[in-house]
């Protein structure tokens, strides 16, 4: 079997490593030539090959199942159904209501229903196809209205998870308001109201790899799982009830993970393996195409949302009205946080003294929803940002100085109550998109056709749809959006959020090596070379070994949130304290506190010794560990948050905010409305920049799939439940030819309460780049364009002008 890179250890004598320096990711090198070893990649020499049956309806009775003729064809081992589960049926991350295999009905198109291992892949495919199950269809619940109507099927009747209190019907998963202030009194004091009916359609995380992973039947009786995936831990309590095996019985290792993004926090082809696996005595590997990938995670959450701004004439917010609707498709993930996110979050990083704001998730018959980039933030973000656009417009103030006006900073306080007690430079940033220099104007004229040498050439490259030859420029127009998000770092709502790192310190060929062990997945996000620069930088070595991230030690939590630098790193960086304070204490016991120095304060490790806080050497590392290495392992947990309230939405539910503003620049062809995103430039508070580089992509990476957001992707769901573009043909995602040039600000005020005062990086630059798209794209046309992504159509007279 193979073992992925991410499993090695690594070294670089020499390199940039240690905090605040841009130190090369261990695994660059192999993945931009392809040599490195994906979940994908795996192999053993005597494994089978799985195969899920998927339900072609979003909702139907199970009438009958017939496995015979799939039993019957040849290199075959094992076909199981709902009646072959030997304990628990159910899973779920937050609440267990997703079948392993559907029994008596499906709840969406793509619902697994059977599993088969043969000896060949297309085995598997083939004898899937000739399992006969009796289908009788049932009406399909596919938005609010059909969701809570009168008549509306009821998805899951016999609830008893502890939101079903709290909501006005079974099929509403959760709702949570929140209040502030006294809107009804309020609003009459408002000089100028707008009010806007936004959509966001579901959008995919596209992770390049697609679900995948080996299931090794172990001698114990249990097994052992290599699989790409967030968070290891969660995975294995969900699949030691599946299984019937006590948690330690099934152990995970994290193979190569190619992209998440949110994709792989719930369970897909995990515990199918594992049954396969359990059932032939025999390894069993899952590899999903993308077509099934599309069936086999969740998605982002489409929404529909209802703001209301009421503000005076100088500008100054006076109270907001929000509704915002998710559809959280047949089974509830994590749509409970995501309920959470918008609510609190959901009138952005604004200074609002009145708000009625409700958020709620349905169960539908659309695909199932859950973690992606951004978490609820992103399709509040949309609209409050495109009701601050209208605002600004009716009170004719310039969009960022009425955002400046109106800005958070530290000290403020939250609609939920809670003090914003670290740096929020939310004007700062707006200041520094708006003050960089705009992109040059393009001038737009065709060559003659008469005289090929002569006339002034265009780089059709460069248009809207260039690359397809469909203009020389006429009918474009460029236009410039702002925008500005809020995000919360970690896990919020009173979850106990913590992460587990084992450090240990040992002399290897007389050097002192640092060797780091945690569970914190690795899904390109750069955790590997954040985990070694902190090691580097508390233990003062050079060699530092990171292994395989498994569940032999403590939880890490899922690589989500932005919060694995925060968290991990925050227990490597305990850890390795707690090291170096038995190494000092080591040192002492040999040469006595009176003995050159060891007395003073200050002692720390650089350069492989013991030194003092002036640089004086007092001894070697290698010759105090011996042959004794120092080990340790910590759990470290940020301070901890409470859950808002169920009715007022009130209390201090999350760990840290962080803050990304953009400014975009489009140019559109309003003849055949196609967008060119020109330039996307952002300022982001980072508080401190761990990895510079590795900063910079994240940034990047996040703006980007904002850009994708507002323009390209959306997975279609008809009125009937069903996918209509389950491809990369047909769901399409930016490419390096989308990318615009993407300047970046990054501001570093330290957060006191995160370890080196750090802030997660990774989602809040998703949140502001959609709407700033929009934004631009809406001042270039005039349209109102409340809905996104923003299509071809909406652009070419069908959408209603702003006004």
């Known amino acids: 079997m193979s073992v992925t890179p991410t499993s090695a250890s690594f070294t670089e004598a020499g390199a940039p490593g240690r905090i605040g320096e841009s130190a090369p990711r261990p695994d660059g090198v192999l993945k931009v030539t392809g040599e490195f070893a994906y979940a994908s990649d795996l192999w053993h020499e005597d494994m089978l090959w799985g195969h899920t049956l998927r339900s072609p309806h979003p909702h139907a009775r199970i009438d009958s199942i017939d496995v015979a003729e799939a039993l019957a064809t040849p290199g075959v081992h094992a076909v199981l159904t709902h009646a072959d589960l030997p304990a628990a049926t159910t899973y779920g991350l937050e609440i267990a209501d997703q079948p392993v295999l559907a029994g008596d009905v499906v709840r969406y198109q793509g619902e697994p229903v059977a599993v088969v291992a043969a000896d060949h892949p297309e085995t598997a495919r083939r004898a899937a196809e000739r399992i006969r199950v009796g289908y009788a269809e049932l009406p399909v619940v596919h938005d609010e209205a059909s969701a809570t109507g009168p008549d509306a099927p009821v998805l899951h009747p016999d609830r008893t998870d502890p939101y079903a209190r709290h909501v006005p019907h079974p099929n509403v998963l959760h709702r949570q308001p929140v209040r502030r202030g006294d809107v009804a009194a309020a609003a009459p004091t408002a000089d100028v109201v ?89 390894p069993v590997k899952m590899a999903y195409n993308r077509h099934e990938s599309f069936f086999g995670h969740v998605h982002r959450h489409p929404a529909r949302l209802r703001y209301e701004h009421g503000a005076t004439r100088d500008g100054r917010l006076v109270y907001v009205r929000a509704r915002i609707v998710l559809d959280g498709g047949a089974y509830a993930s994590s749509s409970t946080a995501v309920v959470g996110n918008a609510a609190s979050l959901g009138l952005g990083p604004y200074e609002v003294p009145h708000a009625e704001v409700e958020a709620l998730a349905l169960y539908t018959n659309n695909p199932p929803c859950g973690a992606m980039r951004g978490f609820g933030a992103v399709q509040a973000c949309f609209a409050y940002e495109a009701q601050m656009d209208k605002l600004a417009a009716a009170l004719g103030l310039h969009p960022v100085e009425l955002r400046q006006r109106n800005a958070v900073s530290q000290g403020s306080f939250m609609p939920t109550g809670q003090p914003i007690d670290a740096p929020a430079p939310v004007a700062e940033l707006l200041r520094r998109v708006r003050d960089r220099p705009l992109p040059p104007e393009r001038q737009w004229e065709a060559a003659d056709p008469a005289d090929p040498a002569g006339g002034v050439r265009v780089d ?92 032999r030690v403590g939880s890490a939590g899922s690589t989500s949130a932005s919060r694995q630098t925060y968290m991990t790193g925050g227990a490597v960086r305990q850890s390795c304290a707690a090291v170096r304070e038995e190494v000092l204490r080591r040192g002492r016991e040999r040469f006595g506190t009176g003995h050159r120095g060891w007395s003073e304060p200050g002692l720390r490790l650089a350069g492989g010794k013991v030194v003092t806080a002036g640089g004086e050497v007092l001894a070697p590392l290698a010759e105090l560990l011996g042959d004794e290495p120092v080990e340790v392992e910590l759990e470290f947990r940020h301070r901890p948050t409470e859950p808002f309230d169920p009715v007022t939405g009130q209390g201090a539910g999350h760990v840290q905010y962080s803050f990304c503003a953009h400014r975009a620049v489009v140019e559109v062809d309003t003849e055949l409305g196609l967008v060119k995103v020109v330039e996307l430039a952002a300022a982001q508070d980072v508080g401190r920049a761990i990895n510079p580089r590795a900063v910079l992509g994240q940034i990047h990476g996040g703006s980007t799939q904002g850009l994708g957001l507002a323009v390209l992707e959306e997975i279609v769901v008809g009125p009937d439940g069903r996918v209509r573009n389950p491809s990369f043909t047909d769901y399409l995602i930016p490419t390096i030819l989308d990318t615009p040039s993407m300047p970046v600000d990054v501001l570093e005020l330290a957060d006191e309460h995160a370890p080196y005062g750090l802030r997660g990086v990774g989602e809040a630059p998703t949140l502001s780049a959609t709407p700033a798209v929009v934004a631009a794209v809406r001042q270039a046309t005039g349209l109102a364009l409340e809905r996104v992504p923003v299509r071809p159509e909406h652009l070419t007279g069908t959408a209603a002008p702003v006004g």
């Not at 080996?214 to 699989?227: C, F, H, I, Q, T």
């Not at 709502?493 to 569970?519: K, M, N, Q, S, W």
């Open 460 to 551: 059709v490259r460069a248009l809207p749809g260039g690359l397809s030859n469909t203009s020389h420029g006429e009918g474009v127009v460029r236009g410039v959006g702002y925008a500005v998000g809020i995000k919360n770092v970690g896990f919020s709502e009173g979850f106990d959020d913590y992460a587990t790192a084992r450090v240990r310190l040992e002399a290897i060929g007389g050097e002192p090596v640092a060797v780091v062990h945690t569970a914190a997945a690795e899904v390109g996000q750069g955790g590997v070379t954040v985990q070694t620069q902190i090691a580097r930088t508390e233990l003062g070595v050079t060699r530092v070994s990171l292994l395989p991230a498994d569940t």
């Open 194 to 282: 707008v009010t806007g009916d936004y959509e966001v359609g579901m959008q995919d995380q596209a992770m390049l790899g697609p679900e995948s992973g080996l299931a090794v039947p172990a001698e114990d009786g249990g097994v052992d799982l290599y699989v790409a995936t967030q968070w290891l831990h969660v995975d294995q309590r969900q699949l030691a009830p599946v299984l019937g095996l006590a948690p330690e019985r099934v152990r995970l290792t994290l193979s190569g993970v190619g992209g998440a993004f949110g994709a792989r926090e719930d369970l897909s082809m995990q515990a199918h393996a594992c049954l396969l696996a359990l059932r032939t005595g025999r």
